[in-house]
């Protein structure tokens, strides 16, 4: 079983649309989560990071975090074609530093 | 900054072949993770040293995996006797201090025949 668990597996937005992504950990020892961006063929690349709980905001970008709930979303506002990526979910703990990912959300924003 | 660098960038061997792949870590960060990508399995973890020293090596396939990082400037995987089911994209990451924001390098796609 995937400790971390990502939805939906894909997504469909119009280009100005707003996507909406989850992700929750299945091991109560997290207590950090990272969104990685990955364009096709290319590597994943730090989108946002949240810690703590509450909100993140970064431009388009929002994070929420529920520590209680080991629960996190990110929702893209005014969605672009250039959002169009897999979207990672990692989460790590304070006493094991590596990263489990999600099987990530596929987004397409359509033109 | 250069980034994190990864060569080569692809790589294919011939069953039972050794393959080695390297990274240079982004200058000044002491923690360097390896990670493993595949369409079934995802990104798997794989190892990660800090300050050069082997600090969890807990994915790593035990038999015919192994990763160093001689000096704070690079670290390698290596893979003996390789098998179709290696067949992957490797990833190494690099991290301030190990217990913050990870930074990809572009990864190694190696084919194995």
């Known amino acids: 079983q995937q400790k971390v668990q990502q939805s939906p597996e894909s997504l469909i937005v119009p280009e100005g649309g707003m996507a909406s992504l989850n992700c929750t950990s299945s091991?109560?020892?997290?207590?950090y989560f990272w969104w990685y961006r990955q364009h096709s063929g290319k590597s994943p690349k730090m989108l946002m990071?949240?810690?703590?709980?509450g909100e993140k905001e970064e431009g388009r970008f929002t994070v929420h975090l529920n520590k209680a709930s080991l629960h996190t979303s990110l929702h893209i506002r005014d969605s672009q074609p250039s959002d169009s990526a897999l979207y990672l979910c990692?989460?790590?703990?304070?006493?094991?530093?590596?990263?489990?990912f999600g099987s990530g959300t596929q987004l397409t924003v359509m033109p | 900054n250069a980034g994190v660098i990864q060569t080569p960038r692809h790589k294919v061997t011939g069953k039972g072949q050794e393959a080695t792949l390297w990274c240079e870590p982004i200058?000044?960060?002491?923690?360097v993770f390896w990670y493993r990508q595949t369409i079934v399995q995802g990104l798997e973890f794989l190892t990660y040293f800090r300050n050069q020293a082997p600090i969890d090596d807990s994915g790593m396939p035990k038999e015919r995996f192994s990763a160093q990082m001689p000096n704070q400037s690079h670290s390698t995987l290596k893979i003996q006797s390789t098998q179709p089911q290696d067949s992957a994209v490797y990833l190494c990451a690099s991290s301030p201090t190990g217990k913050d924001t990870q930074y990809f390098g572009p990864g190694t796609r190696l084919l194995v025949l």
């Open positions: 990692a989460a790590a703990s304070s006493g094991s530093w590596q990263l489990i």
């Open positions: 200058s000044g960060h002491s923690a």
């Open positions: 990071s949240i810690f703590s709980n």
């Open positions: 091991d109560r020892n997290v207590d």
